[in-house]
């Protein structure tokens, strides 16, 4: 396993910045998300990344099968998937979305969810792109991401083939869950990503942005990461930081610093 | 199943307070805590009570079992158990703690509370008393609760008879969880509280106060509810919110706001 820069971790960058500040720290992945990609335009993006010799370990992300449009969320999913497939990498993450506006139907939505996931997998897999289905922290259970154990999403997972639907793994979303480590196991090689930050307090008022550098909070990473790789997981770490204060530092002091942390808290 | 005021709704009122507003509002239960307890003290506390005709549904609440202070912990955890006798409650609801200050050691956090709970709950089963182990939203689990789960909370009960040690539904720290319905049918007769408060959005600055009336958030009452029922739970049930502007109410609004919240969203 090695490191890779998730460019939210460096929200403020153009791709063409994330990318300069990995190949000028020597990290050799990139996670990728679709709006900066979008302003650059998939081709000049992939080409970007391409020439710089990185390799995309995700494109971030798809989902939000609860949205009012289905069309238009199966549309939008879909080209998700073209572009990731554009980008040369086999894993999409997906936030499948969080309740309905209105709605108190928990059951509901991830019924939605699972209709949503099957009607993309096979879209997927024949582009050659597996589906990473993210439990999300329960704390963004109604808003966000009604999948909310790592158990949950293996559960879902499980009715398509490995090459269609895996799941993506972050520490902030899963460290707290009682069973994470037998579920890490049985994920086996359904773990399509691996993304580590940590769970810090307080909680800024934007609990979006409560996800801190490696080190700054509660996390267990030595623990975690040693049962992905158990699990047989061979693919990048995600450093993937949401926090008002790295967004706002200059991109290369970030990425110092999160090569510092990887390898500190990190790193096998 | 009936309603109880859980006192911390209405926060700032004395004790004497708040047994006058559920008296005047016709409701018969009351869930005490011991703060305001110990302002007017155990002995008169209980006459409160038991003048007023009420029940007292549960005291909130023992556990802290990771503070730095074992001995004088355990010491509080016994003087706890004292007070539900003498308030003539057989449930104690305990908050199990967080993690230890500058420990990430979850598991060994865990184990802390485990062996907390053999130490008391032979001493609450004698004193007539059974321990609640509430299960806390994962928003909780570094500074509040380690205990995230209501199978996990059922699984650390099992060990114990269950008159000793039962469990504490609350709405706000379960509804999220895919096997919540499962867990609760398989409690049974472990249910020793069922407590109702909803997950609302944006949270609040203080996560702590994040916790709102039945009816403004996100939680389908009905389902957990009957399930709780379904499992042979005939207790009270506690409306117990944490909310700045409930809080800084006159208490007979609130409770009278109470009654009706709980007669549209939550009552069989």
Redesign the interface.
Known sequence: MSLSLNQKTINRASLAEAVDACARAGIEAIGVWREPLADVGVERGAKLVRDAGLRVSSLCRGGFFTAADRAANRDDNRRAVDEAAALGTDTLVLVVGG?PTGS???AGA?GRVAEGVAELAMYAGDAGVRLALEPM???Y???RGVL??L??ALELAAAFPVEQVGVAVDTFHV????RVLAAIARAGDRIAAYQVCD?I?P?P?D?LLARGLPGD????FRTLGAAVSDAGYRGDVEVEVFHADVWAAPFDDVVAEVVRRYREHVAP
Chains 1, 2 share one sequence.
């Open positions: 309740l108190r139907d928990l991830r922290h329960p704390i259970c109604a808003d909310s154990t158990d949950q460290w707290w869950d009682p769970w307090l909680l008022p609990t909070g509660y996390i267990d």
